[in-house]
C-alpha cells in the first residue's frame, strides 16, 4: 500500500479512507492509520513470530512498532512507500527485541520453517535433500544471506506472501524480488555444498544486476 501527503481523492485521505466532512485532523488521521494497520497487522504478526517465537512476544513487538508508525504518523505519511517504511520500523523493533534478550532469531524453530526447507531448493535427486535435515547449517546459511534476499526468503516461502506483496514490503519491482530469490538460492546451494538448483536458466543471468549477486 503507497501513500503519499499530497496524494488523494476529495472525500477521501491519502490512504483512501472514506472522510466526513470537518472531520477533525486528529481523527483522520487515526482512521488512516486504523485502516492501514488493520491491512498488514496480521502479516506483521506472522513475521515477527517467526523471528521471536512466540504469540505473546510478537504481539508486544508489533505493538511497538504500531506506537511508534503512529506517533509519526503524519511524517510517514510523507514517505514515498508507507508500506516499506512500516516494514523497517517492524524489523528495527523485532532486533531490539531479540538485542534486549540475546537471541538470535526464531526462525529455525517454527513450523513454517521446517516445512519451508522441502520447497526451498529444487534439485534432481531426492537424496540431496539430506543436507537440509541440518537445520541449524540451512539456518546459518539463510542468517547470512544479504538483507533483501533474506527477506524475500522469508516472506515469499516461510510465510507464503504473494511476490506482488513482497515487491510493495521492499518497495521494489517485481522483477527485482525474482532476481533476489534466484540470488539467494544460488547462494544458499553454494554455502551448504549443493548444486546450483536445476531450475534456472542461462538467460536467468541477464536478469541479475538488481540483485547484488
Known sequence: ?????????????????????????????????????????????RYAHTQVGGRAAAESVVDSAC????????????????????????????????????????LVDTAAFHAAIRKLLRYESPDRFAVLQDEIALYSAISRL??????????????????EVVAEYLGVELATVHSHVRHARRRLAKDLGLPAPVTETETEAADDTEAGG
Request: no cysteine; hydrophobic share 45%.
Open 1 to 45: 500500500m503507497r501513500a503519499r501527503a499530497d496524494r488523494g481523492v476529495p472525500g477521501t485521505d491519502t490512504l483512501g479512507v472514506p472522510l466526513s466532512p470537518g472531520e477533525p485532523p486528529e481523527r483522520r488521521l487515526a482512521l488512516t492509520f486504523d485502516a492501514f494497520d488493520a491491512h498488514h497487522h496480521r502479516l506483521w504478526l
Open 67 to 106: 506506537a511508534r508508525l503512529l506517533a509519526h504518523w503524519p511524517h510517514v505519511l510523507l514517505q514515498e512507500s508507507v508500506a516499506r517504511y512500516a516494514w523497517a520500523v517492524l524489523k528495527e523493533e523485532v532486533a531490539h527485541w531479540l538485542e534486549a534478550r540475546g537471541l538470535r532469531p526464531a
Open 146 to 163: 544479504p538483507e533483501r534476499q533474506y527477506d524475500v526468503i522469508v516472506l515469499r516461502h516461510v510465510l507464503r506472501i504473494p511476490d
